[in-house]
């Protein structure tokens, strides 16, 4: 049985606003394994990026975490000071993030750019071995070593995406997120990507974090999987597990909503409407405006909890429906 | 970039040409004659006067005379000043350049580096009350009208608190029976500040390649302080010893017009600066510098800053080019006998070669500053680089 890496609960984070506070991260829990791939699949705004950013505690200047506990190698990462933060930053939790094409600084040379985070974490390195280190990693990636003199405007978009993995890797980080990492490549671009974190993931035995909002990536990158709507997760376990028996409402529209996971090219049943304002209090089940199944087998007004219904397995179900 | 620097010097030059002939016809439009002023002149034995005439076409029709100066000016030939006669524009512009460059170019670094501090320091404390405070202060100083301002300040610390000397560079009474002219004092502070600019730098360059950052840091701490006691033996031993009661003689009579003018200076780039950095500090790759642990003030200044600075420079370089014709202002205000004040003289006094030669000077100066812009700014932005090699 390997150990717990990252063990997130009841994490609950807010952005002030003008017009109300928006709930992005409500009561989230789970927990990343070593070595093992974790999926993070929702739809657009559902607050993937806001789970991302307050792991590393990067979130917004509006942002507030205001309860929860998130324990990376079973120390406590809410409430660390910033120097105690940035210790734990990119050599305990990297990321890769969402839109990295824009995550290289155009004045500086991409090996600099690397160089300089290892050089945070490994003061004591030379630097024959930080060139070596990188030359390591750029081969991991599939990436000529020479990449590391060039800007980054000299790079394709995919050698900028391989490069920025390289970059997430290059202190050996016990975790690593990858928030829709290749939403800016095209689709050819995109497989040799998601190959490549396959591989590197295995290669390293890494904990990974995976982000998307497609739900066919997820079954593929990952071997657990939550299921976020309106900042919370609706549905948690074995990616497998789900694939095979989903639970949640909203878990079967997503599944029936991708034709390559169903296989036969059943009629795409897609989501209509528009996920709430998380400004709003919501009471109860926040899919149930959406909701095809709604009225018919629940009570959509009551309080919702997570509970167990298979090995691993959590839905989100309300109090009347469990047993 | 060779290739473009030759290119841009080309261009330069017939620009220069075309600016030569048109100031000279100008000059000459003044009514009056032309050469009235040399006429004039006491000290003028008037067979010198004759030759003068003949020797640069003084009496010859006006484009015939404006060919014989530009053919004479590229031989490097700018004839005699009409006022001090045996002297020539050169001699001139050599005694008075080193005072007003010493004085602005003083200026031009004190101004641009506080105003490139304090506008990264307001960008990363956006928000805060010393922001607010300090952005006002910025704008007022920014749009205050100039001449007024120095003028309060003259006011206030040479006569009401009688701190600072008003006016001139130097107390005349104390160069007296000085052991040489004020233009060698000036000429070795000049060469002292670049000196000790050049260690500062070379010592930057080398300790670049340094992986650890905290022996980076000690190293450039320790050339500071060699610096510093560097100068104090400098200043205490051989010729530059004799020369330090007249140094710091001019020193002090700078501390008024560097003062004054920084303070109107440094606004715009620091509200340059402010804004460019506000706008770098959106940007992702600063998230991505947060994300990886590097500290608040290296993200600052090797992240933010650094890409902040590319707008900055090349305004700061136009504003360079406006030293000359700035000095003008600053030096008639504060009695400072330098390039502007020659060149508003030689204007008022029909001094043409001597005005021609200052002119074409500011120009030439005008021009470099421009061609230097250009290839800082493609070196500190990598992606102008290509484009400027095409
Ligand atoms: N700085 C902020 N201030 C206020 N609201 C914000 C801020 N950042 C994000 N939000 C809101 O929080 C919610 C969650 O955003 P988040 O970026 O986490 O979603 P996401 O699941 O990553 O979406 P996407 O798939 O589009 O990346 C959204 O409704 C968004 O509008
Ligand atoms: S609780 Fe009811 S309304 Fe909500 S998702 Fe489940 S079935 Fe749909
Ligand atoms: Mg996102």
Redesign the interface.
Known sequence: MSKDVLVVKDLNMHYETLSGDVSAVKNVSFTVKEGESFGLVGESGCGKTSVAMSL?Q?QADNAKISSGSIKLDGIEMVGMS?SE???????GI??V?Q??M???????KVGEQI???I???Y?????IQ?TEKIESLFKMVGLDSTIMDR?P?ELSGGMKQRAVIA?ALSCDPKVVIADEPTTALDVVIQDQILKEIKKVQELLGLSLIYISHDIAVIAEMTDKMAVMYAGSIVEKGPTSEIFANPQHSYTKSLLASTPSVVGDKVKLNSLEGEPPSLIDQIEGCSFAPRCPNRNTTCHPELDMELVEVGPDHFVDICSASRN | MAEYIIRRTFQMTIVFFLFLVFSYLLFNAIPGNAFSSLLLNPNLPPDAYQRVLEIYGLDKPLLERTQMYIVNFFKGDFGYSYKYFPKTPIELIAERLPRTLMLFSIVNIVAFYTGFFIGKVLAWRRGSKAETWITVTSVFSYTVFYPWFALMMLWVFGYKLGWLPIGKFLYPEKWYDAPFDSDVVFTSMIKFTVVVSLIQFAAYLASR?I????LRRNIRFVSLIAIFIGSYFYWNNGEALLQKPYASDIAYHMILPVMVVTVVAFAGTALLTRTTMMEVLK???I??????????KRIRD??AA??AL?PVVTSFIFTIVTIIDGSVLTEQIFSWPGMGQLLLQSVLEEDIPVAMATFSFVGVFALIAHLLADVSYSY????IRIKSQG
Do not use: C, M
């Not at chain 1, 933060?85 to 050599?91: A, G, I, N, Q, T």
């Not at chain 1, 824009?102 to 500086?108: C, D, F, K, T, Y």
């Not at chain 2, 998230?287 to 608040?296: D, E, F, N, V, Y």
């Open positions: 590393l990067l910033e933060l940035r210790k734990v930053r990119w050599d990297s990321i993030f839109g990295a824009n995550a290289w600084n155009p004045v500086v160089r300089e985070a050089r945070e974490h003061p004591n390195n030379t630097k930080n800007f405007h970059l | 390649g992986e650890s950052l905290s940007e992702d790759y998230l991505t510098a947060r994300a990886k642990g590097i500290s608040q090797r992240h650094r890409t590319l500190l932005d990598p992606r």
